[in-house]
């Protein structure tokens, strides 16, 4: 805005002192102060509003009015209320160094002032950004990035001080201004995502405004630029792919010029996504070809030569070719009426991607393909991972959901569920097969679990308690009731802590002084509990077979 637009502005109760030729200056800011020298806080093309408590004799006007001109201020205004009528001395040091001379009548208070100008130019900066990003718009959608999503979130951030962040629908950044200062702590954008994951579940419409620590965010949705948005379309097939715009500003008493300006932005980071998605196109028809290969029964050669195309996509510039594991994911809905193969296929790209990359590109370098409600994941590792111990090469389940089980778990709600199988790594285009039924064994050991989102991998495939979970409901609790039960009953009639008694017993290995010492007890007492054991269930504890069962019996219970 300019200096002449505050002048005729009655309401702000501004008279001019001086600088009548210097009203066509831009104004780009308010600052009220009372330092004698406030240099440190300017930047050029403010306001200066000041109630001239820095004012003891005449020599202190003209270094203050130095200061100002020299720092580029457009004005200076003067209130009224503790001096009266503003000092010639001010006057005539405005004078000398043309800097335009207002006096505030001491009926007007200074935030009148403020909270005018920063609406003016506010709503000025707005409409300017609003040309940039629908240009910015214009020539992402007719030709090459003009920059992706950074540049968009620079502007807001120069132009409109918004602090902004794009992140996955796991929270991982993808996107930040260069003015945003610190990246966002991973803490604080898992709870973002899950704030947002959870609200969309809801059905309210975006932005959502969310408090973490003592700041305050507004969430935007970014959806695919060619989604369809009728209201037939249901959340649960895109809630856990979308993007959002992550702003650290209260939206809620924004102007709708503002509001459209963001959903502006939104939309234009949606034709970034569009693209990146577009990109993955090769890499999951790669992978599509290559399982497609394996559950077919392929020859190994076969395979080999598809795999070989592969490696310079998914790893370039690799010399060796590299070793794979398969990840198996499912996602399921109650009801079964929403195929959540797709799903499970953006989360596993997601999902996958090493935590501590950033943006859209680190998450290309991995094939996975859907069929139904399953997706599965090509992941190539280097071949000097090789070195390594094979128990510990590679994805670790365990690590995989740690940091997303959160915003996970909000989308997922309470009628969705994520299971996910991780496969140890093969070296050979002969080792797949085995590897993807891995996968899907340690994937149905996950699912067996309680929990919205679970995982399991294949060190635990080497265990007989894998067994354990696929043992059907009925059997479980014949088998259980046959052994446990008389030892509860007997419990609660004698509170003889028998139950305890065999636990400990078994996970002392049968050693007499080792589970005495662990309970407490003298080892005659110990011989009477575990004698009144055998004596209630028919069963003997020195013989190996009657030891498993009682451990089984305690495992599924």
């Not at 990003?133 to 918004?162: F, I, K, N």
């Not at 969310?210 to 970014?222: C, K, N, R």
């Not at 997922?412 to 085995?434: F, K, M, N, P, Y």
Request: charged share 25%.
């Amino acid at each position: 805005m300019r200096l002449r637009a505050l002048l005729d502005t009655d309401a702000l109760g501004l008279r001019l002192l001086g600088g009548e030729d210097e009203l066509d200056r831009a104004v780009r800011g308010v600052m009220t102060t009372d330092l004698k020298d406030p240099s440190r806080y300017l930047s050029g093309g403010e306001l200066v509003l000041t109630g001239l408590a820095w004012r003891h004799d005449a020599a202190d006007s003209e270094s203050f009015v130095r200061i100002l001109a020299g720092a580029g201020v457009a004005a200076l205004a003067a209130g009224e209320a503790e001096l009266g009528d503003v000092p010639d001395d001010l006057i005539l040091a405005c004078a000398r160094h043309r800097l335009p001379l207002f006096a505030v009548n001491e009926s007007v208070a200074f935030a009148t002032i403020t909270e005018h100008v920063v609406r003016q130019v506010s709503g000025e900066r707005a409409g300017d950004l609003a040309a940039v990003v629908d240009r910015h718009r214009r020539m992402m959608t007719s030709g090459p990035a003009g920059g992706g999503p950074d540049v968009v979130l620079d502007l807001l951030g120069s132009d409109l001080d918004l602090r902004a962040w794009v992140l996955s629908p796991i929270g991982r950044p993808i996107a930040g201004s260069k003015v945003a200062g610190a990246a966002l702590a991973a803490d604080v954008c898992a709870e973002l995502a899950a704030e947002h994951l959870a609200a969309a579940r809801t059905g309210r419409r975006g932005p959502h405004r969310v408090t973490v620590g003592t700041a305050t965010y507004s969430l935007f949705p970014i959806r695919a630029s060619g989604r369809s948005s009728g209201a037939s379309r249901d959340v649960r097939e895109t809630v856990l792919s979308d993007w959002l715009l992550a702003v650290e500003a209260d939206a809620g008493d924004w102007p709708e010029e503002r509001l459209d300006l963001l959903q502006g932005v939104t939309q234009l980071i949606a034709v970034e996504r569009d693209r990146r998605d577009a990109a993955r196109t090769v890499r999951r028809r790669l992978a599509q070809e290559v399982l497609e290969l394996v559950q077919t029964g392929a020859a190994p050669a076969e395979i080999a030569a598809r795999l070989r195309v592969a490696a310079p996509v998914l790893l370039p510039g690799l010399g060796a070719a590299p070793h794979w594991q398969v990840v198996v994911a499912r996602v399921e809905w109650e009801g079964g009426e929403i195929e959540g193969g797709p799903v499970a296929q953006s989360l596993l790209e997601e999902i996958l991607v090493d935590p501590l990359s950033a943006g859209p590109e680190h998450s290309d370098r991995i094939a996975v393909a859907h069929t139904g409600d399953e997706a599965i994941a090509l992941v190539p590792l280097p071949a000097v991972s090789a070195e390594h111990d094979g128990s510990e090469e590679g994805l670790l389940a365990d690590s995989l959901l740690e940091a997303v089980r959160d915003p996970l778990s909000a989308g997922l709600d309470d009628d969705g569920r994520l299971t996910l199988g991780v496969s140890a790594a093969v070296h050979s285009a002969e080792g797949l097969r085995g590897a993807l039924e891995e996968a899907r064994h340690a994937r149905r050991v996950a699912a067996a679990r309680p929990g919205r989102v679970c995982a399991a991998g294949h060190q635990e495939l080497a265990s007989h308690v894998l067994l354990l979970p696929f043992v059907p409901d009925d059997v479980r609790r014949a088998f259980t009731a046959r052994l446990l039960d008389p030892l509860r009953d007997y419990d609660r009639r004698h509170r003889a802590e028998l139950i305890p008694t065999l636990e400990a017993f078994l996970d002392c290995d049968g050693s007499w002084t080792r589970c005495a010492s662990r309970l407490h007890l003298h080892v005659n007492t110990l011989r009477y509990r575990v004698g009144r054991i055998e004596q209630l269930t028919s069963r003997d504890l020195s013989r190996l077979e009657d030891k498993l069962d009682f451990f089984l019996a305690l495992r599924m219970s």
